[in-house]
């Protein structure tokens, strides 16, 4: 049972085990179907009519996520609710991450639709631009959590994000030897998807409402063919990392970094 909105303790093991945990009703299902009606004012702009599947022409149409955190719009309501900043406090660290009173981030909406929406390959996510080319490093720079909030109910025909269950570990073995200098998306990638390919396959499904909190390494993908009836829109930012982790004291790193630890110590 959660109590106070806290992760329980099998949730923090199954987090380090796994490199995600989900916190099912994170964001209250009105608050999602506001987010919704915001996308697709958007997409009405584009000429893409929620009403008229005809007109969804694509596989997939990005757009960037308000920023609506100096008004209290509903992606500001989201992205602060108590339940998941309590459970970043949790995951990164107090005073580790940068409170974003927003969301941030794009939003990717997938709609029903036969056609390869060219995105779909494994990957970790970038941390950091260093002036000429994202990068991530071992250290984790500047992401603390990926978080993948679920704005519509998503089910296994809705093009889910596919998780392999565990690998952040793999990434961060494959990190390591780079060093605080990290390594390119282009460097990383190969070897973290042949590292990672056996892995255990788990779809982000759920309920409008629902957030998966995932490792900064955790590997994953965008699937299809969406084969639903409906639009799936989530949102995928990231938690900002105030500082890079240490890596110097297991006895005090909380979960993110502990996991690291524990992959390039093994």
Not at 8 to 25: L, N, Q, W
Not at 193 to 222: K, N, Q
Not at 246 to 265: F, G, N, R
Request: proline share 8%.
């Amino acid at each position: 049972m959660r109590l106070l909105g806290m992760l329980t303790d099998a949730e923090v093991a199954s987090f380090m085990r796994d490199g995600f945990v989900v916190v099912r009703g994170a964001v209250p299902r009105s608050v999602a179907d506001a987010c919704v009606d915001v996308v697709w004012a958007e997409l009405e702009g584009r000429g893409i009519r929620r009403a008229d599947a005809g007109s969804w022409k694509t596989p997939v149409e990005r757009i960037g996520c308000p920023e609506d955190g100096g008004n209290g719009g509903p992606f500001a309501e989201a992205g602060t609710a108590d339940v998941l900043w309590e459970a970043y406090d949790l995951l990164i660290g107090p005073g580790k991450w940068w409170k974003r009173h927003g969301m941030g981030g794009t939003i990717p909406v997938r709609f029903p639709h036969p056609a390869d929406p060219g995105d779909a390959g494994w990957h970790i996510e970038a941390s950091y631009w260093d002036g000429t080319d994202w990068r991530a490093n071992i250290r984790s720079r500047e992401r603390g959590l990926l978080s993948l909030f679920l704005l519509t109910d998503v089910g296994p025909d809705d093009a889910p994000t596919r998780i392999r269950v565990g690998s952040h570990a793999d990434a961060a073995r494959v990190l390591a030897p780079a060093g605080d200098g990290g390594l390119t998306m282009a460097e990383s990638g190969p070897p973290i998807v042949e590292a990672s390919a056996d892995r255990r396959v788990i779809e982000a499904t759920g309920s409008a409402g629902d957030v998966y909190l995932c490792h900064p390494f955790l590997v994953h993908a965008a699937s299809w063919p969406h084969r639903g009836i409906s639009p799936r829109i989530i949102t995928q930012p990231g938690v900002a990392l105030l500082e890079p982790f240490t890596l110097t004291d297991p006895a005090a790193a909380h979960p993110v970094e502990a996991a690291i630890l524990a992959a390039i110590s093994g």
